[in-house]
């Protein structure tokens, strides 16, 4: 009888531990992959910030994409994906901060597709509002995403996440 109270237990035991439950970072991945799915598919037109349009040809309703570590998203105008922290950080805390974003990042991404991350001074030519500090960059054959630490106003600093489509 112990012998099958001991088995019902460890049975029982093993049918818990093999439900599975996304951590915070596989959820990230998974969104993740689907803002680059939808950066190769469409360049980020059916995106609006919360929703993503099933089909640009009918009414049907969308599925969100969230970032939680990324709370405000968009696509600009240059068809880049944007996410931002949207925290006010001073320049050693917004480094790494950035740190702890590339490896989030780099978790996600299959090390035989992207390159090595290469760090770089700012040049964000395309954004006038904001100045890059420094930023880390990868690319794969169709993406590139960077990693940057961002100058808001003096001494005032964040961190955000960029994806483009390669041309």
């Not at 944007?82 to 901060?97: I, M, Q, R």
């Amino acid at each position: 009888m112990k012998y099958l109270f001991t088995c019902l237990c460890v049975s029982l035991l093993f049918a818990g531990f093999g439900q599975t439950h996304d951590t915070p970072q596989q959820t990230f991945c998974k969104n993740l992959n689907k803002i680059f799915e939808l950066g190769r598919k469409d360049n980020f037109d059916s995106y609006d910030g919360t929703m993503v349009k099933q089909s640009p040809f009918l009414p049907v309703p969308g599925y969100s994409i969230k970032l939680d570590i990324f709370p405000v998203t968009y696509a600009d105008k240059d068809h880049r994906f944007v996410g931002k922290t949207n925290e006010n950080l001073d320049s050693l805390s917004a480094l790494k901060k950035m740190e702890g974003m590339k490896t989030s990042v780099g978790f996600c991404l299959d090390s035989l597709q992207w390159s090595k991350w290469n760090e770089a001074k700012g040049d964000d030519s395309t954004t006038v509002f904001f100045h890059e500090l420094t930023e880390v960059k990868t690319a794969c054959k169709d993406l590139d995403v960077t990693v940057a630490v961002v100058n808001l106003a003096p001494k005032i600093y964040s961190v955000n996440l960029y994806v483009k489509r390669r041309k």
